[in-house]
């Protein structure tokens, strides 16, 4: 029989997806609120790991935890599953957000995307300049090289608002001093975030829901690479651009086959090919409810995507056999 034009991956993945991020994000809500990151981190790690050795593919982490001499589990160059089936790219955060959960606060995930061999940006564990819009738009409303206030108001433009309708999320850090004053110089209102800049991302495709039209500032190159998996499966526009500042970074992406280290990437080129996303909320949020613990069930709450299918799956699970987590 012909090909079909969406066999990429397995359907069959997508499912198996949510039990990964679902597993992460119950160990890692057991310490929600404890104030204690690398553990809650740690135990996220551990049970995305082993679930993902129980799945029937060749997998290699090419977005992890950090590199191989940082991360003693899911580093970049890993490989897991069960070493048969089809060979994937994955890109992971088993806890995006590990200061917003150690204080329980808003819109922690535990997040994968796994895409065909080749297909996501393989890259070392630096800094990415980044800028983020949702669906239904024409190509260029943005770019990453623009002014902010250009930007603001070319997606203004293009929406039908007024500047002051415009509200744009930035991680709250020093670097971003010069950004907030451009960008609320316009007239447009900015959110500040502490952490978690893949639900950022992810935010600018409800504006109406979220509030949030625009996503702007430096934040992990990992998260980069989720956040452009999940764009290709919601639609949107994104691009990045790795902070390769020093020697000793140059040289780590030369290792990777990275030869231009000012490049910008698109979003298709960031994340190409067939790619499924997968995110479980830790802590409540604006997308998705965080994990609850009664007393003979632990409700999840995921959002899982195909960008083939443009399919978009909110799983709302109750899991009364307590022995897997």
């Given at each position: 029989m012909p090909k079909s034009p969406q066999a990429g991956l397995d359907r069959i993945l997508t499912l198996e997806l949510v039990r990964v991020t679902e597993r992460a994000a119950v160990a890692a809500a057991r310490l929600r609120g404890r104030g204690d990151e690398k553990a809650a981190d740690q135990a996220a790690v551990d049970a995305m790991r082993t679930e993902l050795n129980r799945l029937p593919i060749q997998g290699t982490v090419v977005i992890g935890e950090g590199e191989r001499d940082e991360a003693p589990m899911l580093y970049i160059g890993e490989e897991v599953g069960l070493g048969e089936g089809p060979g994937v790219d994955i890109a992971l955060d088993p806890l995006e957000g590990t200061t917003i959960c150690a204080k329980n606060l808003p819109n922690s995930l535990a997040v994968i995307a796994i895409a065909e061999r080749g297909s996501l940006l393989y890259a070392p564990d630096v800094y990415m300049e980044k800028i983020a819009i949702g669906p239904g738009?024409?190509?260029?409303?943005?770019?990453?090289?623009?002014?902010?206030?250009?930007?603001?108001?070319?997606?203004?433009?293009?929406?039908?608002?007024?500047?002051?309708?415009?509200?744009?999320?930035?991680?709250?850090?020093?670097?971003?001093?010069?950004?907030?004053?451009?960008?609320?110089?316009?007239?447009?209102?900015?959110?500040?975030?502490?952490?978690?800049?893949?639900?950022?991302?992810?935010?600018?495709?409800?504006?109406?829901?979220?509030?949030?039209?625009?996503?702007?500032?430096?934040?992990?190159?990992?998260?980069?690479?989720?956040?452009?998996?999940?764009?290709?499966?919601?639609?949107?526009?994104?691009?990045?651009?790795?902070?390769?500042?020093?020697?000793?970074?140059?040289?780590?992406?030369?290792?990777?086959?990275?030869?231009?280290?000012?490049?910008?990437?698109?979003?298709?080129?960031?994340?190409?090919?067939?790619?499924?996303?997968?995110?479980?909320?830790?802590?409540?949020?604006?997308?998705?409810?965080?994990?609850?613990?009664?007393?003979?069930?632990?409700q999840t709450h995921t959002i899982v995507m195909r960008s083939s299918s443009r399919t978009v799956r909110e799983i709302k699970a109750r899991h009364q056999d307590l022995d897997k987590f």
């Open positions: 738009f024409p190509a260029g409303v943005v770019d990453l090289d623009a002014p902010a206030a250009e930007n603001i108001e070319n997606l203004a433009k293009a929406k039908g608002v007024s500047v002051s309708e415009i509200t744009a999320c930035i991680l709250d850090r020093p670097r971003h001093a010069r950004l907030v004053e451009e960008v609320r110089a316009t007239g447009a209102a900015i959110r500040l975030i502490g952490d978690g800049d893949v639900a950022g991302v992810i935010h600018t495709t409800d504006p109406e829901e979220t509030g949030i039209d625009i996503y702007m500032g430096i934040g992990g190159a990992p998260e980069g690479v989720l956040a452009a998996a999940a764009l290709r499966c919601i639609g949107g526009q994104m691009q990045g651009r790795l902070q390769l500042n020093t020697e000793e970074k140059v040289a780590r992406a030369a290792k990777m086959g990275i030869s231009d280290p000012g490049k910008v990437y698109r979003m298709e080129e960031m994340a190409s090919g067939d790619v499924l996303f997968a995110a479980t909320g830790v802590t409540d949020g604006n997308m998705l409810a965080g994990v609850k613990f009664a007393r003979d069930s632990i």
